[in-house]
Structures are given as C-alpha cells and as structure tokens.
C-alpha cells in the first residue's frame, strides 16, 4: 500500500559515556504516529483483533494462545446457532440456482471501516484486476461481487455470512483479514457446505484443529513466513538470538515457526519479549532488556504502527548497529517503508512476496496495478489477485457447475499455477498453501527510498501444520 505517514524524530542525546541512556531514550525519542492507512495494516498481515492479557511474557504456548482465540471465536458463533440450520437449508436451495450460465455469485467478506479499512479495498482491486484480465467471465458465467464489511467484528460477520449465504444464495465466499472473523465465520460455513476462501486470515487453527474441507486459504499461514529463516539464521547471522513480538495469538505463532527451525539447527532462543499489542509506543522498556541480554542478534514480528515504532526506535536505541535486527517481511513492507525510512536499511526479513521480484508474472501484475490504481500493490492486494485466480481455475475446471460441492473442493485442491510471488499450490489435506518465501533485504532504491532486494529464495514451503509433522 501506498503511505503518506510522515514523521518527526528529534537528535538523541548519549551519555557520557557515548551510549543512549534510557532516560534521555524516553525523554528524546519521538513517538511515530504513522497514517491511518498505516494504522489500518497494524497487525492485519497476521488478521487478528485481540491482544491476550497479561504483562510482558517470557516464555509462550503459541498452541494455548491460538486456541483460545478459536475457543472466543466458537463462543460467538454459539450465539447464532439458530441461523446455522436455516443457512443449510438455503444453501440446499442455492443448488438449483448455480446452474451454468447464471452469474457466478461470490460473497466477499472483507474489512471496509474501522482499523483495517484500506485492507479490503487492497484486496478487492486485487481480485477485480484478474477477474477484469478474463473479461469478468469463468467458464460461461458473469462474475457477481456481493461485497459486505466484516467490522474486524466476529459476531456481526456472522450475520453478514448468513446473508450472503441464506439471501444472497451465493455460489462461494472469499476474504476475511482477521483470524477471530474467520475462525467464527469458520462455523457457519462449514455446516452451509459454502467453500470460503480466505485472502489473508493466518491463523494456525484454521488449517489445523479447526480445518473444514469447504475452506481454503490463498494467503499464508502465520508460522510459515518464518520457517525457512530460523535455519539461515543459524548459519548466517548468530547462535543465539532473542524474539520479540506482539502479546497476542498471531505475534506467538511467528516467533513459533522462527524457533521451531532455529533451535533445530542448534541454535538458542536466549528470551523470549512480547510488549502488549495494540497498546505500546514506547518500547524503550523491551529494548532495554533486549540491549541486558546481548543476544548475537533479535528476530521480531511486528506490522503497521507498532512496526514504525519498533524499527524506528531500535535505531535510535543504538541498537541498530550493535545488534542485527532480522524477522517476518510484514515489519519493513510497502505500508510501512515510507515512515520507516532508513531506519529500515539493511533489515533482512522473510515473506512470500515482495514487489521487487524480477519475474515477468510479476511485472506485469505490478505493471497493470499501477495502471489501474495509481499506485504500488500492497501484499494483501497480491493476495487479493491471487484469491480471484484460484476460484476462477476452480469453477473453470467443474464448467461452471458450482452446484457439487464436492467435485468443486476437489477441483480447487488441483489448482496451481504461477503467481506474481511465485508457483503456488494447495495441500488437498488441509486446504494451506505451498509456497515460496523470500529473503530480502531492505535497501535503498535508486530513487533513494528503501525498498526490498530478494536475495534468497527457498522454494515450497508448505503451511506450518503440515510443517511442524514433518
């Protein structure tokens, strides 16, 4: 996403000593106060809502953490128990009318108000751009948008499911950025047999204890992005590292995947420091402790805002230098280079995309973007685009006849073509993705602002689930 966010960081003073007291830190330190648009993107790479509670932790269950989250989320759903029959009974009627050659109704839940709001728009241009480069037709049927705002709230995406479900009589359902929206639309869907699939939502559960075979996800799974940098860190950057994150359910399945591999290899987690989300500005504090325990270098998992803040301020804690500073690709991403500046020069980070990828798949997604939007895609826009492919090669493959869930599902789980990011595919046994993840480089561009260089790219990886039983 394209950000005005703008910035005022003052000169910070150092002790006598020539390092930079916490006092004069907390004194001196400017507050970043990022754009809304950056503000809408904290945290919804990973598409949850909710902080857990509790002061900064040390150690984490993530598998405890994201249970939760479903367990809240199932909780909401109960209450709309009574409409989950009535949205079978639709969807039961629905089948006469998905016949070939009606419109090809699809429900897209996504955020359109609220902290999340440029992320849905982000994710809707991306799906009308592919759907406009196939004239807005699959296999005989017109392509009929229902689009409907999910509120980052659980229960009213409920009744906006059930809507499109029971009123709307729609064919399929996409989107969904946070992961407590989907995990409960995740209970109304399932017994209505209507195939979602999410463009964002990165919940472990979600591909896990709470899969369903009617939901796919195009996206990520949040312990995924991570998983291949654990064991390069060990060979490249330290033996023993300290990760920060979040104190919340998305933040704890980053650091998960990281350590996972990380420790694998041989290498130590020396601490583990999560600031509450949602809730710090001035990580002074938690840059204390990372600076007390001298680790050879600090993973991190932070987005929008807090990501501003968290780079911007490690530089100015003189940690920059001293400390390598490595993590998910969401910390120093479109939304958040501009605000960052050259605080993010120099951070190397995995993700599945970056704009800079030198593939002609990706030229020209980013080249017709630009055409249409007037402005850079977003990875959530990538995502968007990708979502749209994925139903479009489904419905293609069973004609146009949406009516058999069953060979449409099966018809989905053989999808895989050559995205912008890269090959991607799906596992018919959880509905994850598999694919690339990158490592790049923020670095200064030729127009002197910082953008990322692939450096690394290691090839299909498949969703943490899958992962963590290999």
Known sequence: MNQDAKSTVPNVSADTNGKLSR??????????????????????????????????????????????????????????????????????????????????????????????AQLGPDIIDGMNLYFDSIGGVVAGRKIEMIKEDEE???????????????????????GIVSSAVALAVRDVVD????????????????????????IFRTAFSNGQVPWPLGTWAYTNVGKKILATAPDYAAGKES????????????????SEVYPPFGKTSD???????????????????????????????????????????IGAGFMVEEDTLPAQGNSAIGIKTSLHYALTLDTPENKKFVADFIAKYKRNPSTFALQGYDTARFIAEGVKAVGGDTSNKDKLIQALEAVKFTSPRGPIEFDPVNHGITQNIYLREAVAGADGKPSNKVIQTFNAIKDINTLLKS
């Open 23 to 116: 006092r004069n830190f907390i004194k001196k330190s400017a507050i970043v106060v990022a754009s809304t648009a950056v503000a809408g993107s904290v945290l919804a790479a990973c598409g949850e809502t909710s902080p857990t509670a509790g002061p900064v932790a040390t150690s984490a269950s993530t598998t405890a953490t994201t249970n939760a989250v479903a367990t809240t989320s199932a909780a909401v759903t109960s209450a709309a128990a009574t409409t989950v029959s009535a949205a079978t009974t639709s969807a039961a009627a629905t089948v006469a009318a998905a016949a070939t050659g009606a419109n090809l109704k699809l429900g897209v839940l996504v955020p359109l108000s609220g902290v999340y």
């Open 191 to 214: 017994p209505a047999k209507t195939v979602l699939v999410i463009a964002n939502a990165g919940a472990k559960a979600l591909t896990g204890d709470k899969f369903s075979k009617y």
């Open 152 to 174: 980052n709230d659980p229960a009213a995406s409920i009744r906006k499911t059930n809507k499109l479900i029971q009123s709307d009589k729609v064919d399929l359902m996409a």
């Open 255 to 270: 650091v998960e995947g990281f350590k996972t591999t990380f420790t694998k290899a041989g290498g130590q987690i020396v």
């Open 283 to 325: 990580y002074a504090p938690f840059l204390t402790q990372i600076q007390q325990a001298k680790p050879d270098a600090v993973y991190a998992f932070y987005s929008g805002t807090e990501a501003v803040n968290f780079v911007k301020q490690y530089e100015q804690f003189g940690l920059k230098g001293a400390i390598p500073l």
